[in-house]
């Protein structure tokens, strides 16, 4: 029997008073409303959240919901009645129609959400001027047919985009044709002191090739951005020392801590998986083996070799092993309380809500930062770990396993030559 969690008494108690007090005269509500208390239930309940129920209540007794069959109707209600509560609110608490899509994807009446591109890429085009928007679109037309992926033309159009306000608040044309390269040049300085180098170099590119687009299509004259690329920095690999290496080999060896916090820092020392993986990961045991499934990742680098979506986990050596099934009994327990209608086998369950959807990514970045500081005594950061691996991986001047790990053979190249440094915690 699937046990409901903790709720702080008067928060319960208001909720209760709220859902026993609404009425409608619409049947669909009343469904839909019950969905939506399902769902906050299998969280804690605040006073915030009893906010949004009251607002929510007090909408759908008086106003008729049309029937909610797909995602974008869900998200179509949620702009056109944000329910008076402020953007601060929504992002703390989250959506409501959002919340009743989700219980309505477990119960098989919408499909699962896909990512609409095209209504993004839309959205972005739509932030500019008549003008600018005619000629980005001709540009996002020319990036499509180089076969540009959906995901690369909506960075650059977030580039765009930044660029055109930044003009609009610091000078008094924002059209991004009239930029000049001085302009450019503080623009870049700006970048430089906000953000690290590589978002830096990415944009520098991005909009030189813009430009360059727009002389050969005779909009302007020459290329404003300046000529002298950046100066690019050192490649270097911050990976553990050998001292810390030891002491997280012997905090995964240990029983008196969290399996699922030791099984996340195990998965990414020895299979290099990312915070996103480990997320979005599913679990499975076939025949008294520990399989993960892992979503695949589009290739849309040239050369690039994805890690194989499936991966059964050995059984040596043995602390692994252990591993592996102390983490599947903990697994267990945290899965029977999970409250989904759907056969969800997520690798990592949340410890304090009941959800079948993914936890978030703040979550999982907290929860290796957590492991890395009880096991070597400091936080280190996720791509530190990755890079470890990747220098454990190698075979000396072979790095081409890598490419099996998720690496593009470029950046798996690196790590041939570029020197290694020992992380440093910052003072």
């Known amino acids: 029997m699937n046990r409901e969690p903790e709720v702080p008494k008067a928060a319960s108690k208001k909720l209760a008073s709220i859902e026993a007090s ?74 409501p129609f959002r919340k009743i899509a989700v219980m309505l994807q477990e119960v098989g009446v919408i499909e699962a959400r896909k990512d609409n591109h095209d209504l993004r890429i839309q959205s972005y085009l739509d932030s500019f001027s008549l003008e600018l928007k005619t000629l980005i679109a001709e540009y996002v037309d020319y990036q499509r047919g180089k076969n540009r992926s959906n995901t690369t033309i909506a960075i650059i159009l977030i580039d765009l985009r930044y660029l055109h306000r930044w003009l609009g608040e610091t000078l008094s044309s924002s059209h991004l044709l009239y930029a000049s390269s001085e302009n450019l040049r503080r623009y870049l300085s ?49 990976i553990y020392s050998l001292e810390q290496i030891d002491l997280l080999l012997k905090f995964l060896k240990g029983y008196d801590h969290d399996p699922q916090i030791a099984m996340m820092l195990a998965l990414v020392l020895l299979y290099a998986f990312t915070g996103e993986q480990l997320r979005t990961a599913t679990v499975s045991w076939k025949d008294d083996q520990m399989s993960i499934l892992s979503k695949a990742k589009e290739k849309s680098v040239k050369g690039r070799t994805a890690r194989p979506e499936e991966l059964i986990l050995p059984k040596e050596p043995d602390w692994f092993w252990n591993l592996q099934k102390r983490f599947y009994q903990d697994w267990l327990t945290r899965r029977s309380k999970m409250n989904a209608a759907m056969d969800i086998t997520p690798l990592l369950v949340h410890d304090n809500w009941i959800d079948s959807q993914a936890v978030g990514r703040s979550w999982v970045k907290y929860r290796l930062s957590r ?34 790990l998720g690496w593009s053979a470029r950046s798996a190249m690196t790590y041939v030559w570029a020197p290694s440094v020992f992380f440093t915690p910052m003072k």
């Not at 030189?208 to 002298?228: E, T």
């Not at 950061?381 to 790095?399: C, E, M, N, W, Y």
């Open 22 to 95: 609404f009425k409608s005269r619409f049947a669909y509500n009343h469904h839909l409303f019950e969905l939506y208390l399902r769902y906050i239930r299998r969280r804690s309940v605040n006073y915030e959240i009893c906010i949004q129920a009251q607002r929510l209540s007090d909408f759908m007794a008086r106003q008729e919901i049309e029937p909610i069959l797909s995602w974008e109707d869900a998200l179509l209600l949620d702009r056109k009645n944000p329910l008076d509560l402020s953007p601060i609110q929504l992002r703390r608490q989250g959506k």
């Open 371 to 404: 492991g890395t500081q009880i096991a070597t005594g400091v936080a280190i950061p996720i791509s530190v770990l990755r890079q470890t691996s990747a220098v454990i991986h190698k075979r000396g001047f072979d790095a081409s396993i890598l490419t099996k």
């Open 190 to 238: 700006d970048l430089n002191k906000r953000y690290k180098p590589s978002h830096l170099y990415n944009s520098f590119y991005r909009l030189s090739h813009f430009y360059r687009w727009a002389v050969y299509r005779n909009y302007i004259l020459i290329n404003p951005i300046p000529v002298k690329s950046l100066a690019s920095s050192p490649i270097t690999h911050t």
